[in-house]
Structures are given as C-alpha cells and as structure tokens.
C-alpha cells in the first residue's frame, strides 16, 4: 500500500513539474554599456514573452552617432527564447537597415549583447558588449 500511494506521489509531482510554465524572464529596463572610447544603451520594454525598445550608440569619442531621434521611437523588437536570451531585430539609424541580436541575462542586473547578424551598410552598434541596469 506504501509503494502504491509513493508511486501515485511520484507520477503526480511528474505531471505537475511538466505542466508549469516555465518563468519568463524580464529583460525591461535602461542599460547601459561603456569602453574607452564608447557608449551604447538600451532601453527595453517587456510584456509577457514581446521586448520592444530602442538603442542609442555613440562610438569613436562621439564622431560616430547611432540613436534613435525620438526616444518613443522603437528601433528593436524581439521575443524571448527561454530562460535566459532574447533574440531581436534591430535597426541601425545609419543605414536604416535591420541585423539580429541576442541579449542574454546574465543576471538582474547585467545583460550581455552579441549581433548574430550585421546590418548590411554603414551601422554603429558595438558587435558585443556587457550593459549593466541603471
């Protein structure tokens, strides 16, 4: 009788681990991104699974410039992967074309950004770079 109402405890713990939704993670917030002579942020909006937001990039001691003009305007959109990485599409503001990024959350406070795919032309957007949360 033990082993039965042990296997029954099992097999529902089982079906229950399975059927929960895995957490989302939250990638929202402004970050932040700083070399010598660099510059990049995001600010990035989250709801559910959807990041929505837009990048600023001042490259070269402020002679190469990547920003958004208007701060409402969206230059990235993606969605979440799984527990940890994002995948967006960005725009430059250069070159007015897309390319592919991953943001992976490395923890609440410290994000990671690596371009999978380059914007074909002239953009300013740092290939890889660690932000922190402000």
């Known amino acids: ?3 039965k109402l042990l296997l029954a405890t099992c097999l529902l713990f089982l079906l229950f681990s399975f059927s929960l939704p895995k957490s989302i993670p939250n990638f929202e917030g402004n970050w932040n991104g700083e070399t010598k002579t660099s510059a990049f942020s995001l600010k990035l909006e989250q709801k559910n699974n959807q990041v929505t937001g837009n990048h600023c990039s001042v490259q070269k001691s402020g002679d190469k410039i990547d920003c ?3 701060e409402s305007e969206e230059s990235l959109f ?3 992967q799984n527990d940890t990485y994002v995948i967006v599409t960005f725009k430059s ?3 007015l074309n897309s390319g592919t990024a ?3 959350k490395i923890d609440n406070n410290t994000i990671d950004w690596q371009i ?3 914007p074909k032309g002239e953009y300013q ?3 890889h770079i ?3 949360k402000e």
């Open 1 to 3: 009788m033990k082993l």
């Open 68 to 70: 958004v003009e208007d």
């Open 78 to 80: 993606g969605s979440v």
């Open 93 to 95: 503001q250069i070159s």
């Open 102 to 104: 991953k943001i992976t």
């Open 116 to 118: 999978l795919t380059k």
């Open 125 to 127: 957007i740092p290939n």
């Open 130 to 132: 660690i932000l922190e």
